[in-house]
């Protein structure tokens, strides 16, 4: 996978196959650009990106600044494609099927958005929905004549406990006389952050006639996925989260079966094809012409934006292939060592803390970077059973870790605890979280004596 | 202040364009000096440094300071404007927001933008919302302000005739292609006289000509600053006035600060991750859309500020950069005209003209050259088009427009006449080329 260059280009290494490779841990995180001793212990939010893919980013953002016009009309759709390339390969998917959009909530919208709905028609979606997705489905529901069904449940659960639970939806709206139209679930849920049955729910929702949406927000590079085997409906995932790509990049998965149904990118743009009216209009379209499908020609330019993210693909997943761990290499070492040192993150914090991680009998939550811990804090005692202020506790601990502790983690107030959500990279390592404890502990220690009211 | 920059040649040393390189389409996607691109790598870096910490606290409050900066520079109150990433989505905004009756009827004029168009079509087909266009046989250009004026009051009468309710109108401030001013202030007025939601695709607007939005009132408002006011790309500002806000219930996608109807009486709990915002929840919801790299927006202040340093005879500022542009594009269209032995596209009173383009005609003949076909004419252009960029080293923006070519030139402080000059004679080899048939190969 070589890096397209120009004669003028200073990029990374020297073509394709190289012999360097960085151990994760102390060694990767020299090639990342934290300051001042910034421990990102929530990757999982905004993801980053190591300093030699920012080179390429600003190779890209260089060449589009030399030539404005040629790089933007002409170089770009072929590096575009190059990517799509790249990220179908990785996905182990058709590249007439993949296309980048700037994020998952984008993914989102596109495909509720574009949907038909007939009265009767319900969307179905768990309680651990993403937020903007749930405030998204609430829009669709305000606007058209879908309905919605929220699956509520509260962690910990059996992954046969919200598969039991889904088909126990799809059931009920069956009886009610409406119809499932369309289910939305996760591959891994934000917060708390734990893995969902995602490959168990598609098969449930072919099972049952419901098209499935899946939020793989926290997917691509996280975890492995063939969506060839696993086969849903519609599927997006942010290669900014743990792909090592800039921000805002998502790849966005649609069979060709269901290209159909998303008539429209969002915005729609230049792409869009009217259906045919009676007087042929002629729309004038600026951009040189494409020789692909109106669908993939659709999402290639939607509205002038920095573009560059969606190019750096090729060379994020070169990056990472040169990562070890323990003998492996790749993305098997990377994968490897972001779910141990996530599991031994979880296990340490509770420990200092004197809690639990978040886990069901089976262990499968953790089956991912993200691990959830309790902190040890009474809802009654702190909050006086106020959910408001329950927040508020959040919000102070939060801000407190980026002002004074030099760090940030993810934390969430949910099923009568605070939990704080952690998130292990290549570029972290098990002190990283020893440390972390000892500033949890320290902060519960001042929640404690009311210090975040003041 | 900081050292001045001479518009032409030495602003030109601001840029980093590749060597030999004239960019005379600057009006597509715009540019922006060295300076403003290593601001933007300043907050990239500040981002990747403390991500969290950037992005949740310190973010917000540069991105409010550069709403002010921009509220200020259009005289429009800051509760009133907030960034988006581009005209498309402005537009997008606004159209899929609003709630259509039977019979509501969209009216825009035939030099809309494509994406503009495709956009309403869009809405005509998933709402109850028709469309009415005034199109090219009512008008083509030269033609005067007044006769736009007039074509659009009939626009508005035939929609009432028929029992229909002019919704909303959409019309430019600059249209795209051809490049040329519409009188913009005096249909916002009789959008309002007659009670239709005027919706103002400034595209080309803000950083290219005076713009003072208390005055000129419009419903709905979106300029693209990465196109005329050196920003980076994608970064455009978006202006409802208060009274409007509640008509745009949803951002682009919908995202943490959409506010659901109360359901029962009960309003939901639903987590948002991001820390609270002090501002009105129009202003929030806009805040974070979606994670995106947001820098492009916080630019404002420095690119402002760049501005500021530019001179040309005696001026200073925005006055020397209009000042400049406007005097170098209408030399510019004259010289190309010259040597091509055509014309620049203008009406009897000038005021196509009135901006930062001139369009040109090319010394092609429709009927010899395409044989009268329309998508042959296109081929014709998508050819010149790739040629001058893949042998000459620059691009012009070109148009079939009313069965002939024309070109679109675009004025800069980094550009001199003498660019211009050889841009024409490029045009006129370029042309030879056509007529020799070489685009058939």
Not at chain 1, 397 to 407: C, D, G, M, R, S
Not at chain 2, 25 to 42: A, E, K, M, V, Y
Not at chain 2, 101 to 120: H, L, N, P, R
Request: hydrophobic share 40%.
């Amino acid at each position: 996978m070589v890096l397209k260059r120009t004669e003028s280009s200073t990029v990374g290494d020297a073509g394709g196959e190289t012999m360097e490779s960085i151990e994760c841990g102390a060694e990767v995180a020299k090639e990342f650009a934290f300051r001042d001793g910034y421990r990102n212990l929530n990757h999982g939010s905004f993801g980053t990106y190591p300093t030699a893919i920012r080179s390429v980013l600003r190779h890209y953002q260089d060449e589009a600044e030399a030539k404005p016009d040629k790089f933007i009309r002409y170089d770009y759709p072929k590096l575009l494609d190059e990517s799509r390339e790249a990220v179908a390969n990785y996905l182990n998917a058709p590249v007439s099927t993949c296309v980048f959009i700037p994020n998952a909530t984008t993914g989102l919208n596109t495909v509720l958005r574009n949907m038909v709905y007939e009265p009767g028609d319900v969307i179905i979606y768990f309680a651990t929905i993403y937020g903007a997705c749930e405030k998204t489905v609430d829009y669709i529901t305000e606007t058209t004549p879908a309905e919605s069904r929220k699956i509520e449940y509260s962690y910990p659960v059996s992954d046969q406990f919200l598969c039991d639970a889904f088909e126990e939806a799809v059931t009920a709206i069956k009886a009610a006389g409406k119809v499932p139209k369309l289910a939305i679930f996760d591959t891994i849920a934000s917060l708390p952050g734990v893995r969902m049955p995602f490959e168990a729910l598609t098969a449930l929702c072919h099972k049952h006639n419901v098209l499935s949406c899946i939020d793989g927000a926290h997917g691509i590079g996280h975890i492995p996925l063939d969506l060839t085997a696993l086969d849903p409906d519609f599927f997006f995932s942010n290669c900014h989260k743990w792909l090592h790509v800039p921000r805002g990049c998502a790849v966005f998965y649609v069979p060709e079966r269901n290209q159909g149904l998303l008539r429209s990118t969002l915005p729609t743009s230049h792409g869009f094809v009217p259906l045919p009216k009676g007087e042929g209009g002629f729309v004038n379209n600026p951009l040189p012409p494409s020789g692909k499908s109106a669908y993939i020609t659709n999402f290639e330019f939607v509205g002038t934006i920095d573009n560059s993210p969606y190019l750096c693909i090729p060379a994020a997943l070169e990056w990472r292939s040169k990562l070890t761990w323990k003998g492996m290499k790749g993305e098997e070492a990377v994968m490897a060592y972001t779910h141990q040192l996530s599991r031994e993150a979880g296990k340490t914090v509770a420990s200092v803390l004197g809690t639990e991680v978040m886990e069901n009998e089976e262990g499968t939550l953790g089956n991912c970077n993200l691990s959830n811990v309790r902190l040890p804090l009474s809802f009654g005692d702190i909050a006086d059973d106020d959910h408001r202020k329950a927040v508020k506790v959040a919000q102070w601990i939060a801000k407190t870790l980026v002002e004074e502790y030099n760090t940030f983690i993810a934390i969430i107030f949910y099923g009568g605890a605070w939990w704080v959500r952690l998130s292990s990279q290549v570029y972290l390592t098990a002190e990283d979280f020893e440390w972390g404890a000892g500033v949890l502990k320290e902060l519960c220690a001042r929640v404690s004596t009311g210090e975040w009211m003041r | 202040m900081a050292n001045s920059i001479e518009c032409g040649k030495e602003a030109a040393k601001h840029f980093a364009f590749a060597e030999g390189y004239r960019n005379l389409n600057h009006g597509s996607f715009g540019t922006f000096p060295t300076t403003i691109r290593d601001q933007l790598r300043h907050f990239q870096d500040q981002t990747e440094a403390k991500p969290d910490s950037f992005i949740r606290y310190a973010y917000p409050k540069l991105l409010d300071k550069s709403r002010e900066v921009v509220a200020k520079y259009l005289n429009a109150p800051v509760e009133t404007c907030v960034y988006i990433p581009n005209a498309t989505t402005g537009i997008n905004t606004v159209l899929r927001n609003l709630v259509y009756k039977q019979a509501d009827v969209i009216i825009y004029f035939a030099t809309i933008y494509g994406a503009c168009e495709k956009s309403v079509s869009y809405i005509t087909e998933t709402t109850p919302a028709e469309s009415y266009k005034i199109d090219s046989t009512k008008f083509t250009y030269p033609i005067s302000d007044q006769r736009i004026c007039q074509l659009f009051e009939e626009a508005i009468g035939s929609v009432k005739a028929a029992g229909k309710t002019p919704k909303l109108a959409i019309f430019d401030t600059i249209v795209s292609l051809p490049g040329v001013r519409m009188p913009f202030e005096a249909l916002t007025a009789l959008c309002k006289q007659h009670n239709v939601l005027s919706c103002i695709d400034a595209a080309h607007g803000i950083g290219h000509i005076s713009l003072n939005l208390t005055t000129l009132d419009p419903d709905f408002f979106f300029s693209n600053c990465h196109k005329w006011l050196h920003v980076p790309r994608g970064c455009a500002v978006f202006y409802v006035p208060v009274r409007n806000q509640h008509l745009i219930r949803s951002t682009l996608p919908t995202s943490h600060g959409f506010a659901p109807l109360p359901i029962d009486g009960a309003g939901k709990v639903i987590n948002n991750p991001m820390p609270p915002s002090g501002k009105s929840q129009y202003v929030s919801n806009f805040e974070y859309v979606g994670t995106l790299d947001g820098s492009p927006y916080i630019c404002i202040p420095a690119a402002l500020e760049w501005r500021s340093r530019l001179t040309w005879e005696g001026l200073r500022g925005e006055e020397a950069v209009m000042g400049y542009t406007r005097h170098l594009v209408v030399e510019a269209g004259k010289r190309v005209a010259l040597r091509l032995g055509t014309e620049v596209l203008e009406n009897e009173e000038g005021t196509l003209g009135k901006c930062n383009f001139a369009n040109v005609l090319l010394p092609l003949k429709f009927s010899e050259i395409a044989g009268g076909d329309a998508g042959e004419a296109v081929r014709v252009a998508q050819w010149i088009a790739k040629v001058l960029v893949e042998e000459y080293e620059t691009f012009i923006a070109i148009i079939v427009y009313a069965d002939a070519w024309w070109v679109r030139l675009s004025g800069q402080v980094y550009l001199t006449v003498e660019d211009f000059v050889w841009g024409a004679d490029v045009l006129r080899e370029v042309c030879g080329r056509v007529v020799k048939g070489e685009w058939q190969q």
